[in-house]
């Protein structure tokens, strides 16, 4: 623990989703700079053993846990001067409590959306992992962001690269930017064979270690997809400026190229705290102790085209983007209820996209251009995918899945 | 030709060596933007008809040409207000003339060292190709760019890339950089094989076309040991951060490490305007209409060691560097004089590393702290390889080469 003279000049850190991947890696920067951050409080959902072992080694003023495991948090903590809180409501409202600087979130889906907006509207810093709240409200958000004169930075390595390769650059001198993206663990399958793809195998992620939401987001390649959305915001770029790669190695984490055909590219180690710590600490590197990139042991970088016949994602991104309106919102909702069905055991891999596909036909038009609109149409579709509404929610039913349509 | 309007807020560029290859490759990105740049004076030695075209086009203020084809080149230029200027002591002067913002080095070796510093001491911008001047010099040069607050922007691809990189990042928080090379016509052979090499063998570079000297060093490795000599002056770095590392491909050009373990690196097709342009326009990147890299053609990037046994240079630099003083500058001027031998067939290709490395041991401890006494050295350094003082210079003139020592 750090003395309260140190503390003065530390940023004071919100970490919501502090047990998972990211909330792991962000507490390892934490604890190797305890001069610069400190954390002010955490939030776990489910993991809350884990919650208290971080919340005594940290001392945090205090940690939000979901419903089911207050009362045991409670009793862990008490006598800790840690105020424990639940429910939804304090969740929202955790970035407005004193101490607070920045808010990381590193929680998954759009649970992310109302905290982070609370976040940028009392003029918190944000770094965010969490990349469905700006593909869901992406132009909300960004015109928020602006209005609160806020820094909203990406954790994402992908979009990470993208901001370092960006710094003391002109907009204006930019061409395209080239998100890189493993390929993820059915790189070179066919599309009849990837209806055979187990759950375990849809969560082996080659390079990254990560939760299962994202991993199978890497899997089918919607990942990809909703960094196309993201980058689209975040750096207001139209979705033709915006390319993908497949580098196998993720070694190059994306790559800006300028209107003079010079490219800048970051790369590293696929190690989050790279990019967690660069979020924190932009625009300067503070030191980290790991192994460099072994560029002779390394060998070679690739680049592979993407087969969107198989990985239908990107497209079915740029086709929201060019649709605008609520498309993304859609896009990133269908997704989330399909990937949960399929973690679940209710939907095939394959499904995945389809369900995606047929989300963008059946809201096709759909306008959602505030925050409260894109909010009321985010629910909605989760409650038609719920209730099968679609045809690829449907066919999860049938004893054998049948061929899937035109993807 | 521009309009005299147009000419007042384009930079005045002063450009000695324009018929070579930076040269052209300079004018080239001169003709595609009138508005920024005009040509007030250009010189050449010897290619004086190339020189008149280039005047003819461009219509610069004055021109400098070498004394043998001064005749020519006046009466090409008659009538034409062009003044044609020769000889040593007005080579220097010329960046003092009126209307010079920007002196343009594409000159080859230390006769570039006079211009640069006279340019530098009027204050004007320098954009450097010809590197042996700040191999020959470091100190002192480094010393009245700081006395003076000129920019001193390098035009090599490698420090380019550098620039580039560094770009909006704080010194403080670099932690290496990576160099990369070609490698060369040679890379792979062994020091056995070295002893056969024609001048033709050398002057075939893998992927860049560039002039006979630099050719010349670069299948040696000398070019990257100045480059190594170039880096720890300009990026004011311990040799000991300043990494090589063969990259067949000459696509990435070079990297730059960070203390967080993240790297940044700057790509692009190897050709010459991308990093002459930028030196023109840094910190912006100007339009420039050329392929983009295609990735997917492309496929891989590859890593290697250097062979040092092989190709000692680096090891040489390393040590220049370490000893200090006049070591740089007798590693430069030893390596121009063999590599002039080499091209007039007089030594073989196997003994200009020799040649250099005898050369530091004869001068060792040199002190040559001053401009003065770093030009003595070099002059000193050069009638000592020309009288034939040393064993490798001697070697060339037995009838069958004798095995080399401890190279």
Chains 1, 2 share one sequence.
């Not at 016949?309 to 399909?338: H, K, S, T, W």
Request: hydrophobic fraction near 40%; aromatic fraction near 6%.
């Amino acid at each position: 623990m750090t003395s309260p003279e140190d503390r003065e000049g530390a940023q004071g850190l919100l970490l919501i989703g502090s047990t998972g991947s990211i909330g792991e890696s962000t507490i390892d920067v934490v604890r190797r700079h305890p001069e610069r951050f400190r954390l002010v409080g955490l939030s776990a959902h489910t993991r809350w053993q884990r919650l208290v072992e971080q919340a005594l080694e940290f001392r945090p003023a205090f940690v939000h846990v979901g419903e089911a495991c207050l009362g045991e948090c409670r009793e862990a903590l008490a006598g800790s001067g840690i105020e424990v809180l639940s429910g939804r409501q304090a969740l929202v409202d955790l970035p407005l409590r004193d101490g607070v600087d920045t808010l990381v979130s590193a929680i998954v889906g759009t649970r992310g959306l109302e905290p982070m907006v609370r976040a940028i509207r009392a003029g918190r810093r944000i770094a965010f992992a969490n990349k469905e709240p700006l593909v869901t409200a992406g132009g909300p958000i960004m015109e928020e962001v602006r209005r609160h004169g806020v820094s909203c930075l990406p954790i994402d390595s992908e979009h990470s690269a993208i901001l370092q390769c960006l710094r003391g650059e002109k907009p204006e001198d930019l061409s395209r930017i080239f998100l890189t993206a493993s390929g993820g663990p059915f790189r070179g399958w066919s599309r009849d064979r990837l209806q055979q793809v187990s759950r375990e195998q849809a969560l082996k992620h080659p390079t990254w270690s990560m939760g299962a939401k994202i991993t199978t987001d890497s899997a089918t390649l919607m990942n990809k997809a909703l960094e196309v959305i993201e980058a689209y915001w975040l750096y207001d770029l139209g979705e033709e400026a915006i390319e993908v790669l497949v580098h196998p190695e993720s070694i190059i984490h994306s790559m800006v190229e300028f209107r003079d055909r010079s490219v800048k590219a970051q790369l590293g180690l696929p190690d989050m705290r790279i990019p967690i710590q660069y979020a924190l600490s932009y625009p300067d590197h503070l030191p980290l102790q790991m192994e460099p990139v072994d560029w002779l042991k390394l060998g070679s970088l690739h680049f592979e085209a993407l087969d969107e016949d198989v990985f239908p994602a990107i497209r079915l991104a740029r086709a929201a983007l060019r649709q605008g309106g609520g498309a993304p919102c859609v896009l990133n909702a269908a997704n989330e209820a399909a990937v949960e069905s399929f973690l679940e055991g209710a939907l095939p891999f394959h499904r995945i996209s389809e369900t995606v596909e047929r989300a963008l036909e059946a809201f096709a038009g759909h306008s959602g251009e505030s925050l409260e609109e894109l909010i009321a149409l985010d629910r909605e579709v989760r409650q038609r995918a719920g209730s099968g509404d679609w045809p690829a929610i449907r066919a999860t039913r049938d004893a054998k899945p049948r061929q899937s349509g035109n993807l």
